[in-house]
T-cell receptor, first 113, second 115 residues
Framework: GENVEQHPSTLSVQEGDSAVIKCTYS??????FPWYKQELGKGPQLIID?????GEKKDQRIAVTLNKTAKHFSLHITETQPEDSAVYFC????????????FGKGTMLLVSP | GAGVSQSPSNKVTEKGKDVELRCDPI?????LYWYRQSLGQGLEFLIY????????KSGLPSDRFSAERTGGSVSTLTIQRTQQEDSAVYLC?????????????FGPGTRLTVT
């Protein structure tokens, strides 16, 4: 089955800096890669996703890149703000058949003012 | 519109008691998922439903865990004879279909504490 590795486990940045979280996956059939943000005491919230037919997707300060050859994808947050502090999870799944998400173990991002 | 809701938000129970956790998915979503999140850990997949059917129950941690879904809507996760290691946040998610590539939307979770 699919295995997703996520790094780093914790990331501390100053407000205004950029943050990058990286994930690798094992199943070459995977072609859907969502990212979730989980704030304390809340359920994960989908913030951005990418499919294998594109290499990059951007939404305001958030971008995701995908390298299918190397089987890795990354989340980039620019101009970080304290409210970006949360745990971020990457995930992967195949578009074919009944395939559920496999999640990475999460990255705790702390943005200091 | 209304998102995924779960109840109760918190549950404290004594070891050995049974508990039922409820999930109400987004209206029109045929797929429903249960995950478990232990303190500081990632999401452990438990089971999914397509309609009322759960084709793969291999993710359930033990035979003390069971889940059902009726009317293609509400689902309950039941844990019998709870143990302290069952303490975790139980998350439910729903999506339009189970087929990969469908966005999953999560509820706020039920925090279960077994004393």
């Amino acid at each position: 089955g699919e295995n997703v590795e996520q790094h780093p486990s914790t990331l501390s940045v100053q407000e205004g800096d950029s943050a990058v979280i990286k994930c690798t996956y094992s199943d070459s059939a995977s072609n859907y890669f969502p990212w979730y943000k989980q704030e304390l005491g809340k359920g994960p919230q989908l913030i951005i996703d990418i499919r294998s037919n594109v290499g990059e997707k951007k939404d305001q300060r958030i971008a995701v890149t995908l390298n299918k050859t190397a089987k890795h994808f990354s989340l980039h947050i620019t101009e970080t703000q304290p409210e970006d502090s949360a745990v971020y999870f990457c995930a992967a799944t195949s578009n074919s058949g009944y395939s559920t998400l496999t999640f990475g173990k999460g990255t705790m991002l702390l943005v200091s003012p | 519109g209304a998102g995924v809701s779960q109840s109760p938000s918190n549950k404290v129970t004594e070891k050995g008691k049974d508990v039922e956790l409820r999930c109400d998915p987004i209206s029109g979503h045929t797929a429903l998922y249960w995950y478990r999140q232990s303190l500081g850990q990632g999401l452990e997949f438990l089971i999914y439903f397509q309609g009322n059917s759960a084709p793969d129950k291999s993710g359930l941690p033990s035979d003390r865990f069971s889940a059902e879904r009726t009317g293609g809507s509400v689902s309950t996760l039941t844990i019998q004879r709870t143990q302290q290691e069952d303490s975790a946040v139980y998350l439910c998610a729903s999506s339009l279909r189970v087929a990969g590539g469908n966005e999953q939307y999560f509820g706020p979770g039920t925090r279960l504490t077994v004393t």
